[in-house]
Each structure stands twice: as structure tokens, then as C-alpha cells.
């Protein structure tokens, strides 16, 4: 039975070195948004700024400022009201009166085959003009020279489909341990520094923000194709990759910053229609990620029972050390101590509750509620992209 386990952990420790140096290396590798130099006024192209707000009276009026005062020549706001409940809709017309950048539509009713945000980015499209377009959220904050900076970085490389994957604001020790670990998993997972080649399939795409060439949009099928998709923002990568556009990532940037959820509970609770989604609402691959969990933290338990002097305790402490560093440097992206590097279980047990909360949910209720709307999980399931 040592035998076995001093195998397995092995090729565990093997696995998470190397994951670790192809983390290292690859986050490197990204373009920073400030690594092409300003582009002149005339060879600025139009942009539409994207979003759909829902009862964000709170969080608007803050990240709404921030996109009327880009250093930018040519662009415009769009915003959509989804069926709001709150202010949302009064604090945008009133804005709109003072500059006319913003234009405004109201959605009263959401029609049949449709989840909210993907409708209410559609419609923004719908009343848009720019040659590229901007998907982001109503709580998003944008730096002054983000549009010129992110439109240099797209036109230097050549991509249709620019991601930005910028600050989430952290307070207290829990909000910090799920939130780098949630970066350090989906970095593993996803491989941002693959998606600019075009040979690969991988693919990525963030609410916080997205810039795509409008004709690349049009030819993926806009979010008409993700009409029913939860995950929209990341299947928008998904489709234009499809689709055969150049697609990129760059590196972590605090230029695009947002308030993600007040406490750790309300982070696991906000990601209640994601993580389910994100198995493709499959129960065995919800499964197979808390079976995954298990194998990941076994090096832990291997610690405390084989003796140090051990091949299995050796292979056990570099399975453990390795992730532990890995999300030491996410930590030092994110502006977050390499410390929390440590807290690595911790964020590990987290995320699986997240997933096996969101599935129980999900699976209870038979669907996702979002935006005060149910959604039946037999619909979300032909809509997956």
C-alpha cells in the first residue's frame, strides 16, 4: 500500500511542479495593456462601451463616472436598464441628460428564450455604432486611458477579442483566501497565455471587460448565440475563437477594478449560477471536481501519516508546497500578500463547496434564478454554447 501511495503522490508532485512552472512562465508571457504606445487621435477607432444594469443604485453611479471620463476621442456609452426595481433606471437618464456620450434604453419585459444580461448587452449592441465594442458590467471602474491603452494592445497584436482580466477590491482575511485562489484555479484551468495562439482551443472572456472588433461580433452570431447562456461572458471568447478571430489575454490590470461581493458568503452565494454552469450542468462533472478536490488535498493527509524519512513524505510535501506557490504568485498579481500562498486548502475546500452549493441549488430547484427570473435547467442545458 506504500508502494501505492508513494507512486501516486509522486506523479502528483511531478503534475504540480511542472502546472507551476507553465503558470510561472506563461502569466509572464501576457502583453501588459501599456506595452504599445498611444494611438494617435486619428487612428483612434469608434467605440461602443457595453453594459446592462439590474437594481445596481448602489455601485452605478461610481462606475458609470468612470466610463464618461476616458481620455478617448471617439466613443459612446450604451446603457440598458434590465427591468429594474431600484434607481438604477433614474440615475442613468439623468446622466444621459448631461452627456449626450450616454444613451440609454429601458427593458420592461424579458422575452421568451432569453436570460437577462445577454438580452440587455443584445439590445445595447442593437442601438451601438462603434467599429469595436466593449462588454463590461454596470459596477466596473475604468481607468481614463484604458480604451486607448487596450485598443494599442488589440491593433499591436492583431486580435478581433481583447480580455481584461483587471483588480477585484479584497477585504478580510476570507474575501482574500477565495478570491486568489479562484484567479490561481481558473489561471491553471483556463491557460490564458494559450488562447492568443490560434491553434489552441482555449478561450476566455470576463465581465469586467472585453473588447471585440464589431464585424468579429457580428460573424460569431452576437449574443444571440448566448442568449441562454449563464456563462455568456466567457463563451463570448468562446464563439468568436470558434469563429476563427484572433482572441488574446492580458496580464492582471488594475486599470479595470471592481467590487465583486461584500464577504466571502457573498461571493459563494453570487457564484450559486456559475459553478453548476460551469460543469455544463452535469452532475458527474460536478461529481468528478469534488473527487478532483479530494485527490488535491491528499498530499496534506500523507504528511501526517508517512515518516519524514519517506519517498511518499518527500513527494508529499513537494504536492503540497507546489500549488501553495503557485498561488503565492497570483497573490503578488493581485496585490495580495504571497502569504495567502499558504491558505491554499483553505481556498481549495471553498471552491469545492461553491461547486457542490451551486449544484444541490441548481439541481433542488430545477434551474437557476437570475435577475428575479427562473430559468428552467432544461432550457439553460440546450442553450449551452
Not at 266 to 282: D, P, Q, V
Amino acid at each position: 500500500m506504500q508502494t501505492f501511495w508513494t507512486v501516486l503522490l509522486g506523479l502528483l508532485a511531478l503534475v504540480w511542479v511542472v502546472q507551476s512552472v507553465r503558470l510561472f512562465f506563461g502569466m509572464r508571457s501576457l502583453p501588459r495593456l501599456g506595452e504599445a504606445p498611444p494611438l494617435a487621435e486619428a487612428d483612434c477607432p469608434s467605440i461602443s462601451v457595453l453594459f446592462s444594469a439590474r437594481d445596481e443604485q448602489e455601485k452605478l453611479p461610481r462606475a458609470l463616472a468612470t466610463m464618461l471620463a476616458q481620455d478617448y476621442p471617439r466613443y459612446e456609452v450604451i446603457a440598458v436598464d434590465d427591468r429594474s426595481t431600484d434607481a438604477t433606471g433614474r440615475i442613468l437618464d439623468e446622466s444621459a441628460a448631461r452627456d449626450p456620450r450616454l444613451k440609454v434604453t429601458h427593458i420592461a419585459e424579458l422575452p421568451a428564450g432569453w436570460l437577462g444580461k445577454p438580452h440587455g448587452l443584445q439590445r445595447a449592441f442593437e442601438a451601438s455604432s462603434g467599429e469595436w465594442l466593449v462588454c463590461t458590467d454596470a459596477d466596473v471602474r475604468l481607468a481614463p486611458d484604458l480604451l486607448r491603452c487596450a485598443v494599442g494592445v488589440a491593433s499591436k497584436r492583431g486580435w478581433d477579442h481583447l480580455t481584461v482580466f483587471g483588480k477585484v477590491d479584497m477585504f478580510g482575511f476570507w474575501e482574500r483566501v477565495l478570491v486568489t485562489h479562484f484567479f490561481f484555479g481558473g489561471s491553471l484551468v483556463l491557460e490564458f497565455w494559450r488562447v492568443s495562439n490560434p491553434k489552441s482551443n482555449r478561450f476566455a472572456g470576463a465581465g469586467m471587460f472585453q473588447l471585440v472588433r464589431r464585424s468579429a461580433y457580428e460573424a460569431s452570431g452576437t449574443h444571440r448565440r448566448l442568449a441562454m447562456e449563464v456563462l455568456d461572458d466567457m463563451k463570448l471568447g468562446k464563439i468568436i475563437k470558434r469563429a476563427g478571430f484572433r482572441s488574446g489575454v492580458t496580464g492582471m490590470d488594475d486599470r479595470v477594478a471592481v467590487r465583486w461581493n461584500d464577504g466571502a458568503a457573498n461571493i459563494i452565494r453570487g457564484l450559486e449560477k456559475n459553478m453548476f454552469a460551469a460543469a455544463y450542468f452535469s452532475a458527474w462533472l460536478a461529481l468528478a471536481a469534488q473527487l478532483l478536490l479530494v485527490l488535491l488535498l491528499s498530499p496534506l493527509a500523507a504528511l501526517f501519516h508517512f515518516p519524514v524519512s519517506s519517498w511518499a513524505w518527500t513527494f508529499a510535501a513537494a504536492a503540497a508546497a507546489a500549488p501553495a506557490l503557485g498561488q503565492a504568485m497570483t497573490c503578488i498579481q493581485r496585490g495580495v500578500s504571497p502569504l495567502y500562498g499558504l491558505t491554499y486548502p483553505l481556498g481549495l475546500l471553498m471552491f469545492g463547496y461553491a461547486v457542490a452549493n451551486s449544484t444541490m441549488k441548481t439541481l433542488r430547484q430545477g434551474g437557476v434564478r437570475w435577475r428575479d427570473t427562473f430559468y428552467p435547467l432544461e432550457q439553460l442545458r440546450k442553450g449551452l454554447v
